[in-house]
């Protein structure tokens, strides 16, 4: 079945950066975008942006341009999220999902727990 | 891009109905009928409930229902089930080739 794994919760330091992997599984790899959505506590969700991991093109939310840079990596079928100079505000629980063809978002990664802490 | 606007809370009884509105702008919710709807239970990811307007994926029970009027999506949750106590978001495409999600509303089943 459709699955996105990502990696383990993270706790940086203000000013440090951190980088957020998505594995994916049972679907072509390179035929949806990735999309990444955080959502700090309490809070609502915020869309980040997207990759399109045929070819690697992406698009940043511009609260996020020069912050944040998606990539992926086609041979092992993974998208990553880098986010720098980190911010306690920062703090959220950070998804990936996968775009389906009618834009809309069926699956989702189970969550990575960034944690900006003194 | 702002965030599109939703009721911070809506409540009802078993049985009963209750009604999100998502109001966003001409150049989201108004422009385009790629507007979706997530549930999100606390410590879960969102799941998807509602997709293009009205459409539910399969295994949503008929219970969710979407619609759009203008710059203004709703969800209506009919026959209100102690398992749909969440929160509940409303997403759009825009014109700016991004997303945009709402800013959430909670759902008690009193």
């Known amino acids: 079945q459709v699955q996105l794994v990502q990696s383990g919760a993270e706790v940086k330091k203000p000013g440090a950066a951190v980088k957020v992997s998505c594995k994916t599984s049972?679907?072509?790899?390179?035929?949806?975008?990735i999309h990444w959505v955080r959502q700090a506590p309490g809070q609502g969700l915020e869309w980040m942006g997207w990759i399109n991991p045929n070819g690697g093109a992406t698009n940043y939310a511009q609260k996020f341009q020069g912050r944040v840079t998606m990539t992926r990596d086609t041979s092992i079928g993974t998208a990553y999220i880098e986010m720098r100079s980190l911010r306690f505000n920062d703090t959220a629980v950070y998804y990936c999902?996968?775009?389906?063809?009618?834009?809309?978002?069926?699956?989702w990664g189970q969550g990575t727990m960034v944690t900006v802490s003194s | 891009q702002s965030a599109l606007t939703q009721p911070p809370s809506a409540s009802g009884s078993p049985g009963q109905s209750v009604t999100i509105s998502c109001t966003g702008a001409r150049s989201d919710v108004g422009r385009y009928d790629y507007v979706s709807w997530y549930q999100q239970h606390p410590g879960e990811a969102p799941k998807l409930i509602i997709y293009e307007v009205l459409k539910r994926p399969s295994g949503v029970p008929d219970r969710f229902s979407g619609s759009k009027s203008g710059n203004t999506a709703s969800l209506t949750v009919s026959g209100l089930q102690a398992e749909d106590e969440a929160d509940y978001y409303c997403s759009s495409y825009t014109s700016s080739n991004v997303w945009v999600f709402g800013t959430g509303t909670k759902v008690t089943v009193l």
């Open positions: 049972g679907y072509t790899f390179t035929g949806y975008y």
């Open positions: 999902a996968r775009m389906d063809l009618i834009f809309t978002f069926p699956i």
